[in-house]
């Protein structure tokens, strides 16, 4: 009997090392069991439950007075509360008015920075740089639990193909290789070590799974998908960030199959917690579990309590359906006492981890905020981020980058992206809150800020010309910027989006520049006579197919936070060789969205524009304005045929993929070579390319480098039609490029 009871201690120890995530606070499991025993059910409801403080990011939910709910043990965390003060005070009833005494947990979207704004996360995903977005996102965290947050609610992990999405911009792109690598990237970086250190935060996986893919890009929308696309290539990401140790997921709007993604047995109980053995706590996204009435699944709070709950999600945001429906729900038979504990776990034990039990105030010292935040050292990787992460689409004739001694002396930067101070712009509205004074416009270094010193100090002439639009009155905003440009020998315009234009609720349908922009480049480029340079703010591919034909150079610079304007002196100026490569394919017309690089052939592809009776469009290519994976440098590149260690592989063996590659160009660069498959007969049809591997290399003019990538087993895998990963024997092409239009192909074979 002893000895049974020493051994389910040992179980019960052994099982709360493999819940935890990287936490220094120990003993966890008996502490979460002894505090669960002493729990009313009202408490723990309490628990699950997370109320929005000071900023909404949803539909408003009736609350009452914050301090009474916590105080009446109601609320387990708070989300979006930015008043450092109230936070000190609400931890305060939290832990020694209760009954209990339980710490609330802080929760907010450090989407890209949180003091100090850093590019958007698809810009970071542009610099291929998994090591940079760690440094980041460990800047981001430090800042964020310094002013008391605990938990972020990203990486956000989405994979999609449609930029009519306002949130593609919150993501990695369209691929699953890239995705993952960034997604446990951030991971790292969010949570470090450590989780109960002071500096670090817990991460959050989310939308969990397949809101990248609502029809007709527009937020929210239904998502229908086989289940080999939802492994292939939206789970990927996810998985990786499970791998890497993530605290927490949360549920996405969508439904998934008919079925929303907050009472989705499949996604959450069966594969993250049932196949990958993901032991963490899963949260709802604002008021999702409300929403499943909303979508005709449950017909009140009751029910959407119990099939929210009983799908294996585990906290309710911003709603009331578990405070209203989840008591009724287990009288009733509907969930059991079990499912509620098992979830309250989860919430407390990531207390524990998070080290708030031990020392409830730690994140929230006065001292440490006001050392911490908006650090001088955090901006130099700021500028790093914002610099590798523009993407040079275009450079004819090499007008770029701007050397004094060229046939230019007078430089016109006009635009309403020159100088603009407003609607968060060079950032998203996740920039810390909307409508909330937090965000510091005087911390932003506008193009004209930085850039007009720079190339002063050349030795060019520099006008200024900013105009503010209101759309549909573009010619009397323009007309000053159109002056400027006429005097001038060379003409600088910054276009695109405002900050507002993108993120959650943020979706176009057309892709176009926005704001009758295309007419302004074409009477200040004299309809395209003057030499120009477009320097585009996008959150999400745009088109424009005139700026392609008539605009020199172009340069993609995404929204790239405080440091926009010392960025772009840098690339512009050539102090910075652009280096970034698109994490998305560039459409050249919305009509073709959605288009990506690792399609299927289909059974007619089409070789040329035209070809009737094949997969194209009678009135436009069927291929990318610009690839996945592509981007200019001032040097260039040449490759050679990759070549293979060996011909034929078998399980258990590597092939070895070498390609070199030689900088042909007059100065020094930085290259992102990378390779791709294809399997090219399967038992069901499969990607033309696929991504399985990057590598970015320094070389200086003339330099040579081999770059080795390794092939198992595994990379060839594929979620197959019996429901199983596995590679088939057969043939495959590996393709090395510098995109993945323009690559080098080897063929191989894998034999059983
Ligand atoms: C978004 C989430 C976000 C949450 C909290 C929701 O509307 O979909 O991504 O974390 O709000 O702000």
Redesign the pocket.
């Known amino acids: 009997m002893a000895n049974r009871r020493i051994l389910s201690l040992l179980l019960l120890l052994c099982a709360g090392s493999l819940f935890a995530q990287k936490t220094s606070i120990t003993n966890i499991e008996p502490r979460v069991e002894a505090l669960l025993a002493k729990m009313t059910l009202d408490e723990k409801i309490g628990q699950l439950t997370q109320s929005?403080g000071d900023?909404s990011?949803?539909t408003d939910v009736a609350k009452d007075d914050l301090l009474n709910q916590i105080r009446a043990g109601k609320l387990g965390s708070i989300?979006?509360h930015t008043n450092f003060q109230n936070k000190i005070t609400m931890q305060r009833v939290a832990t020694r008015e209760t009954r209990l005494g339980i710490p609330i947990l802080f929760?907010?979207?450090v989407i890209h920075g949180y003091k100090t704004i850093f590019p958007i996360p698809l810009a970071q995903a542009a610099t291929w740089e998994p090591d940079l977005i760690e440094r980041i996102e460990h800047i981001a965290a430090e800042e964020a639990a310094a002013d008391g947050q605990h938990w972020t609610?990203?990486p956000?992990v989405d994979i999609s193909r449609d930029p009519r999405w306002g949130?593609m911009m919150?993501g990695s792109g369209e691929d699953p290789y890239l995705g993952s690598k960034i997604a446990a990237a951030r991971v790292r970086g969010f949570q470090g070590k450590d989780l109960a250190a002071n500096s670090t935060v817990a991460a959050?996986a989310?939308?969990f799974a397949a809101?990248g893919f609502a029809e007709g890009g527009r937020d929210y929308n239904t998502v229908d998908m086989s289940d080999q696309r939802l492994r292939d290539l939206i789970l990927p990401p996810f998985r990786s960030a499970a791998d890497a140790g993530i605290a927490t997921f949360?549920n996405?709007?969508n439904t998934l199959n008919g079925v929303p993604a907050s009472m989705n047995k499949y996604l959450v109980t069966d594969i993250l917690r049932g196949e990958w053995k993901w032991k963490g706590m899963v949260v709802s996204?604002?008021n999702s579990f409300g929403e499943v009435i909303v979508h005709g699944a449950a017909a009140d709070e009751e029910e959407s309590s119990a099939k929210c709950l009983g799908a294996g999600s585990d906290m309710d945001?911003?709603g009331s359906t578990f405070q209203k429906g989840l008591k009724k729900a287990l009288e009733n038979g509907k969930v059991t006492q079990a499912q509620i504990d098992e979830a309250v776990r989860r919430v407390l034990r990531l207390k524990f981890e998070l080290g708030l039990f031990d020392n409830p105030f730690q994140y929230l010292d006065p001292q440490r905020r006001e050392a911490t935040l908006f650090k001088e050292e955090y901006r130099k990787t700021a500028r790093e981020a914002a610099a590798k992460s523009m993407v040079l689409l275009k450079n004819d004739g090499g007008l770029l980058p701007l050397n004094p001694g060229g046939p230019f002396n007078k430089i016109a930067l006009i635009g309403p992206f020159v100088d603009s101070r407003s609607h968060k712009d060079y950032m998203s509205f996740w920039s810390l809150g909307i409508g909330t004074p937090y965000y510091d416009s005087t911390k932003v270094v506008t193009p004209a800020m930085a850039l007009k010193p720079a190339l002063e100090a050349l030795g060019f002439q520099v006008t200024v010309s900013q105009v503010n639009l209101q759309a549909g009155n573009e010619e009397v905003t323009y007309k000053d910027a159109i002056q400027a440009a006429k005097e001038a020998d060379l003409v600088i315009a910054f276009v695109g989006e405002h900050g507002l234009d993108c993120g959650?609720?943020r979706c176009v349908s057309d892709l176009n520049l926005p704001y009758g922009q295309e007419r302004l480049l074409k009477i200040a480029t004299l309809g395209g006579a003057r030499p120009a340079v477009m320097v585009l703010f996008n959150s999400r591919p745009l088109t424009f197919q005139w700026a392609n034909e008539n605009i020199e150079s172009i340069l993609a610079a995404w929204q790239p936070g405080y440091e926009t304007g010392n960025a772009l002196a840098d690339v512009l100026t050539g102090k910075v060789n652009p280096s970034g490569r698109l994490p998305v394919t560039f459409p050249h017309s919305v009509g073709q969205v959605p288009l990506y690089y690792n399609a299927l052939s289909t059974g007619r592809p089409q070789e040329r524009q035209g070809q009737l009776w094949t997969s194209g469009y009678l009135d436009g290519p069927a291929t990318p304005a610009y690839p996945f994976g592509f981007g200019l440098s001032y040097t260039t590149f040449s490759y050679e045929a990759p070549k293979l260690n060996k011909t034929t592989i078998k399980s258990g063996e590597t092939l070895e993929v070498s390609v070199t590659v030689t900088n042909t160009g007059k100065v020094a660069g930085v290259e992102t070579v990378q390779c791709y498959i294809r399997d090219l007969v399967a038992d069901i049809s499969r990607p033309v390319k696929e991504l399985k591997g990057f590598e970015k290399i320094t070389l200086a003019p003339g330099e040579k480098r081999t770059v080795k990538f390794n092939i198992t087993e595994a990379d060839l895998a594929y979620w197959n039609a019996q429901s199983v990963w596995k590679a088939d024997p057969g043939k495959f092409l590996v393709f090395t490029g510098g995109n993945s239009r323009d690559v080098k192909e080897v063929g191989f074979e894998l034999q059983k």
């Open positions: 929005p900023i990011t949803g989300l979006s929760g907010f979207d609610f990203a956000m949130r919150e959050c989310k939308h809101y949360m996405a709007f996204d604002w945001m911003a959650e609720s």
